[in-house]
């Protein structure tokens, strides 16, 4: 069974990669943040007494489900959205959104690094992630469960409710895909 302390380290621990994952699913920054917390609420609520090894797929699979029901809400709410403002007159009321709260600010550690180093690796990074962000759902969902949270082909395949060889199918795509997307960039690693 897992104590506050160990629930509350594991969520600690967790909380950048899911939020990075809950980012590439929806592309909306307070969308993802409510998801993963959600996830995180629900976890503590229902599964905070399971032992600590089962809490990375338990947590996956929360995640993963709180993800399509936001998929499933989006959807309701532009149906009902597209009615009303037909009926509205159509006001646009502006677009409020400051791009400067989309930055992140690097983890302390990056400092250290020459800034032209420091440069190379943030521009790598972010090529990266828009690559990641543009693979098909299942794919994305397979490789950041097996890469980034470095859960196993079978706690993967319970995550996402499928298969093994089916994990290993979109695992496989996924990988092709992003490289051949960075060496149409011309960067190999």
Not at 34 to 55: C, F, H, N, W
Not at 71 to 83: G, P
Not at 89 to 117: I, K, N, Q, Y
Request: aromatic residues 6%; glycine residues 4%; contains cysteine.
């Amino acid at each position: 069974m897992a104590t506050r302390n160990e629930l509350s380290a594991f969520l600690g621990n967790v909380e950048r990669r899911a939020y990075r994952q809950a980012m590439f699913a929806v592309r909306e920054n307070e969308a993802a943040l409510d998801i993963v917390q959600d996830a995180m609420l629900r976890l503590a609520e229902k599964y905070g007494d399971k032992p600590t090894d089962e809490l990375p797929m338990l947590f996956q699979r929360i995640l993963q489900n709180a993800i399509r029901d936001f998929f499933r809400r989006s959807k309701v709410r532009s149906l009902w959205t597209t009615l009303l403002s037909s009926l509205s007159g159509g006001r646009d009321e502006g677009d409020e959104h400051d791009p400067l709260e989309s930055l992140e600010v690097a983890p302390r550690s990056e400092f250290e690094e020459a800034p032209p180093r420091q440069l190379e690796r943030s521009q790598l990074l972010e090529i990266i992630e828009q690559e990641v962000a543009k693979l098909p759902p299942r794919q994305r969902e397979a490789f950041l469960m097996r890469y980034w949270e470095e859960l196993d082909v079978a706690e993967t395949a319970i995550a996402m409710g499928c298969s093994q060889g089916s994990v290993k199918t979109h695992c496989s795509r996924a990988a092709h895909a992003l490289a051949a997307a960075l060496r149409s960039k011309g960067i190999t690693l």
